[in-house]
């Protein structure tokens, strides 16, 4: 049986989209490790059909962190059997490719964003330059890449004249009835409708601070923000602030299928990140995907690929503004619009086509080839 190394450098337990890849590995016939680190807050690691296996590091941050994880991550992979090493993101790359030389083994490179322009480092000039440094280094070399859309993908051809396969973060198509619960199963209220920010990254300048602020302005509607991020501490000082906990709810990010069942019962939602560096402005989140298989409708901002996907499939609506005002009035209008049934069905039937069997057989050919 072959076998794949994945790597990655979170701690295993929420990321949809290496654990998707994985599944997809370990279906072609693979016998997967996937290896992450344990953090202080991991939680433990559910039943999967594949390894996991979480470094305990002696740092959780810094410099001193990457230097420990890089070391030990390049230690794993040569002293473990593989005959496919997998890479997500630039964090992790250094140590797949010396060794994937040193093996001979196949490298496969996933950039789940445009790494080098996200926020934590674009005021960070330094850092972001060795970063930079390292990147042109290793991906110009690289044979097999993809990234999560076409934006992205024009981004890394422009840079270092690479063709990125585009693998969109698409929920899978399940064949068993998926989790179902009532409002009142889940603790929501039945009288109200209710809008969801949901997500794993709930940070600065997705637009969570303004859809708090919105909901001064709306009645009988709650907010559900169910997630985490850098941001839900001050979000919920905001809420007591303004006395408005009544119409704010929070809840911690939990397992996928749910956060997924809080989904579906919710009215309308939202993704509103903002165009406030590159990587932003052509971010695909997650959210707008979970939506769409939830059967609920969209409120986005105006980021070209998730304003590719509202319009194409008619979906909801996408505002040019992040006013709290004006949002609370656009969440107003889509609430009551005479197009909610439209816009409901549509997202149901777009649900059929993107899926993670559709967006994936580019990959298996890649796969394919790398076998062949």
Same mark, same amino acid.
């Given at each position: 049986?072959?076998?794949?190394?994945?790597?990655?450098?979170?701690?295993?337990?929420?990321?949809?989209?290496?654990?998707?890849?994985?599944?997809?590995?370990?279906?072609?016939?693979?016998?997967?490790?996937?290896?992450?680190?344990?953090?202080?807050?991991?939680?433990?690691?559910?039943?999967?059909?594949?390894?996991?296996?979480?470094?305990?590091?002696?740092?959780?941050?810094?410099?001193?962190?990457?230097?420990?994880?890089?070391?030990?991550?390049?230690?794993?992979?040569?002293?473990?059997?593989?005959?496919?090493?997998?890479?997500?993101?630039?964090?992790?790359?250094?140590?797949?490719?010396?060794?994937?030389?040193?093996?001979?083994?196949?490298?496969?490179?996933?950039?789940?964003?445009?790494?080098?322009?996200?926020?934590?480092?674009?005021?960070?000039?330094?850092?972001?330059?060795?970063?930079?440094?390292?990147?042109?280094?290793?991906?110009?070399?690289?044979?097999?890449?993809?990234?999560?859309?076409?934006?992205?993908?024009?981004?890394?051809?422009?840079?270092?004249?690479?063709?990125?396969?585009?693998?969109?973060?698409?929920?899978?198509?399940?064949?068993?009835?998926?989790?179902?619960?009532?409002? !009142?199963? #889940? %603790? +929501?209220?039945? &009288? *109200?409708?209710?809008? @969801?920010?949901?997500?794993?990254?709930?940070?600065?300048?997705?637009?969570?601070?303004?859809?708090?602020?919105?909901?001064?302005?709306?009645?009988?509607?709650?907010?559900?923000?169910?997630?985490?991020?850098?941001?839900?501490?001050?979000?919920?000082?905001?809420?007591?602030?303004?006395?408005?906990?009544?119409?704010?709810?929070?809840?911690?990010?939990?397992?996928?299928?749910?956060?997924?069942?809080?989904?579906?019962? !919710?009215? #309308? %939602? +939202?993704?509103? &990140? *903002?165009?406030?560096? @590159?990587?932003?402005?052509?971010?695909?989140?997650?959210?707008?995907?979970?939506?769409?298989?939830?059967?609920?409708?969209?409120?986005?901002?105006?980021?070209?690929?998730?304003?590719?996907?509202?319009?194409?499939?008619?979906?909801?609506?996408?505002?040019?503004?992040?006013?709290?005002?004006?949002?609370?009035?656009?969440?107003?209008?889509?609430?009551?619009?005479?197009?909610?049934?439209?816009?409901?069905?549509?997202?149901?039937?777009?649900?059929?086509?993107?899926?993670?069997?559709?967006?994936?057989?580019?990959?298996?050919?890649?796969?394919?080839?790398?076998?062949?």
């Amino acid at each position: 049986m072959k076998r794949a190394i994945v790597s990655v450098i979170n701690d295993l337990s929420t990321d949809q989209r290496v654990h998707k890849h994985c599944m997809l590995l370990t279906r072609l016939g693979y016998q997967v490790l996937l290896i992450g680190r344990a953090k202080s807050e991991s939680v433990p690691l559910d039943s999967r059909p594949y390894s996991m296996y979480r470094m305990t590091l002696p740092f959780e941050k810094g410099p001193l962190f990457y230097a420990s994880y890089n070391v030990a991550l390049f230690v794993q992979l040569l002293l473990r059997k593989s005959d496919l090493l997998f890479a997500n993101d630039l964090d992790t790359l250094l140590p797949n490719f010396i060794a994937s030389r040193i093996v001979g083994k196949n490298l496969i490179y996933d950039s789940h964003e445009y790494f080098t322009e996200v926020p934590e480092l674009v005021n960070r000039p330094k850092v972001q330059s060795i970063w930079k440094k390292l990147e042109a280094l290793m991906l110009p070399k690289l044979k097999n890449t993809l990234t999560v859309n076409e934006s992205i993908s024009a981004l890394y051809k422009t840079d270092y004249g690479i063709e990125m396969l585009v693998v969109r973060n698409i929920p899978e198509s399940k064949q068993e009835p998926t989790l179902s619960k009532s409002r !009142s199963e #889940l %603790g +929501l209220p039945v &009288d *109200k409708k209710i809008i @969801i920010l949901q997500g794993s990254g709930i940070n600065m300048d997705r637009g969570a601070e303004e859809s708090v602020e919105s909901m001064r302005y709306l009645e009988n509607s709650l907010l559900l923000i169910l997630g985490s991020g850098d941001v839900i501490a001050s979000l919920k000082n905001r809420v007591a602030e303004l006395n408005i906990s009544d119409r704010v709810m929070f809840k911690d990010r939990m397992p996928y299928e749910q956060m997924m069942a809080h989904t579906k019962v !919710s009215d #309308l %939602g +939202l993704t509103l &990140d *903002k165009d406030t560096n @590159i990587n932003y402005r052509f971010s695909l989140p997650n959210k707008l995907f979970d939506y769409i298989h939830a059967g609920i409708p969209v409120l986005a901002s105006n980021l070209v690929e998730v304003r590719r996907v509202v319009e194409q499939y008619n979906i909801g609506e996408v505002t040019e503004s992040h006013d709290p005002k004006i949002l609370a009035q656009k969440m107003t209008e889509m609430l009551g619009s005479t197009n909610l049934d439209a816009w409901k069905k549509n997202s149901l039937e777009a649900s059929k086509e993107l899926t993670w069997q559709n967006e994936t057989e580019k990959l298996k050919l890649m796969l394919d080839e790398l076998n062949g």
